[in-house]
């Protein structure tokens, strides 16, 4: 089984609002990615944990604040998102640890619209 | 260094025809190739991956040729059919206890039936 489950597929939420979105995956992956992605652009990567650990923050705003409560779950925390977060957003996790990089599995998105 | 280059930008081939797609790196630390396939409203799925010890590897009607000297690698796609038709990224992955991958732009096929 190589599923990332995400939650919810689509998300409206105004420029005050406060939303979370939600990623499982039950693989026993000690790394978990948040990425981005734009219409025709490929996913752009946000944050990484390693071992439940933040290891990567490519200098996101902090309206988006990421948390990895266990090794099975990571969540993405927004507020006072502007219209131009719109996006697609993807998670994905890998098995992490030394060695060679090894394939990372994506979920199907959060579809997110801010308005 | 970072960057990986990916062509063409689009892709229209006749059902039963030969798609193929490239890509080439610079940077000779990367360990890991894959490529994905994206549907619109999908997240990225991965379709074949390889690594620079091997020249090709193939998985039903995909096909991946690496060629290290050149630091080049393709994506072959036999007997292309409508339901192939997606975007596709080629990636290549540095390791730090964590994948980090490196996403070329993208190439979206067209199928015609």
């Known amino acids: 089984d190589t599923e990332v489950t995400q939650t919810p597929k689509h998300l409206v939420m105004g420029m005050t609002n406060k939303k979370s979105l939600k990623c499982e995956q039950h693989?026993?992956?000690?790394?978990m990615y948040w990425y981005k992605q734009k219409a025709k652009k490929p996913p752009e990567l946000m944050f990484v944990?390693?071992?439940?650990?933040?290891?990567i923050n490519e200098s996101v705003p902090s309206r988006f604040s990421p948390e990895c409560p266990n090794s099975s779950l990571l969540n993405l925390h927004l507020h006072a998102l502007q219209p131009e977060d719109s996006a697609l957003y993807l998670c994905?996790?890998?098995?992490?640890?030394?060695?060679?990089?090894?394939?990372?599995?994506f979920g199907p998105g959060t579809r997110l619209l801010v308005l | 260094q970072q960057q990986v280059k990916q062509s063409p930008q689009s892709l229209i081939v006749q059902k039963g025809g030969i798609s193929i797609i490239n890509c080439a790196y610079e940077n000779t630390a990367f360990d890991y190739f894959p490529w994905y396939q994206q549907f619109p409203g999908k997240g990225p799925a991965l379709l074949i991956a390889?690594?620079?010890?091997?020249s090709e590897k193939k998985e039903g009607r995909f096909t991946i040729s690496f060629n290290k000297s050149a630091k080049q690698f393709s994506l072959h796609i036999m007997d292309s059919q409508p339901g192939d038709s997606a975007t596709y990224f080629c990636?290549?992955?540095?390791?730090?206890?964590?994948?980090?991958?490196?996403f070329g732009k993208g190439t979206m096929l067209l199928v015609s039936p």
């Open positions: 390889i690594r620079p010890d091997v």
């Open positions: 990636a290549a992955s540095i390791s730090a206890g964590y994948s980090t991958l490196t």
């Open positions: 994905a996790s890998s098995q992490g640890g030394q060695g060679l990089s090894e394939t990372q599995y």
């Open positions: 693989m026993g992956h000690r790394a």
């Open positions: 944990y390693s071992y439940e650990k933040l290891s």
